[in-house]
């Protein structure tokens, strides 16, 4: 239903900012992203950033020289990577727990979503400046995983895959952006979007969020001032 209404909102935004004073474009932004986490972990555990991205449809309506409102839809992967290093495994022996290895973990993340920002940008001279909300709608996720190691003395190593991952249907939070307009059509965009939901608030005790950077270019291909 969230989705319906926020592919209705775009319908609507594109109806009540008209043909005037309208530039619609085409942006791709890579970029690195990290899913926070305060997963119980024993060892060096860690989240990094890792390569992400985001690309898509932008329609901006001038307000004035200097002031624009814009509307995306983007696709947007969010990767995540979380690490623990020399976690040590126990085990009962002869009825005393004891221990009988340490492995290393990574996990990786990968998911997809439909972005719906909506912002404000400055424009003074060359530079702009954005500030506003995005909405992720969540499509769906996977996490590969890795472990090496030695157990009882004996080298270990292992891979797995789970396909499916029950993530929240819906990530929001505030989205800021730096813009150099290089030519009439064509701009460098520096974007950070830092996400506030509890991705697995309603299926585990511990939570994840999702941070993204990117730099990326947006292409106007239809402008009416």
């Known amino acids: ?32 992203s990290e899913v926070t986490s305060n997963l119980p972990f024993s060892g060096d555990y860690q989240t990094q950033f890792t390569l992400s991205g985001n690309a898509g449809l932008f329609i901006e309506h001038q307000l004035s020289n200097k002031s624009h409102l814009g509307l995306e839809l983007l696709w947007v992967q969010i990767e995540g ?17 004891a221990e009988i290895g340490e492995v290393s973990d990574e996990n990786r993340i990968h998911s997809s979503y439909i972005g719906v920002p909506i912002y404000y940008r400055y424009q003074l001279g060359r530079w702009g400046f954005s500030a506003g909300a995005q909405v992720l709608l969540y499509l769906f996720a996977s996490i590969d995983s890795e472990i090496e190691g030695t157990i009882n003395g004996e080298p270990y190593s292992a891979e797995s895959r789970i396909d499916e991952i029950a993530f929240d249907q819906a990530d929001f939070g505030p989205k800021v952006g730096l813009n150099y307009q290089w030519q009439s059509k064509l701009a460098l965009s520096l974007n950070y979007y830092h ?31």
């Open 81 to 97: 990577k979380e690490v623990a290093e020399g976690r040590r495994l126990f085990a009962v022996v002869n009825g005393m727990p």
């Open 195 to 225: 996400g506030l939901a509890d991705l697995t608030s309603e299926f585990f005790p511990w939570q994840r969020r999702n941070r993204q950077l990117t730099l990326g270019v947006r292409y106007a291909f239809h402008q009416q001032l």
């Open 1 to 32: 239903m969230l989705k319906n209404w926020l592919l209705s909102l775009l319908c609507i935004g594109l109806t009540q900012l008209g043909a005037q004073n309208l530039t619609v474009g085409l942006s791709l932004n890579p970029g690195l």
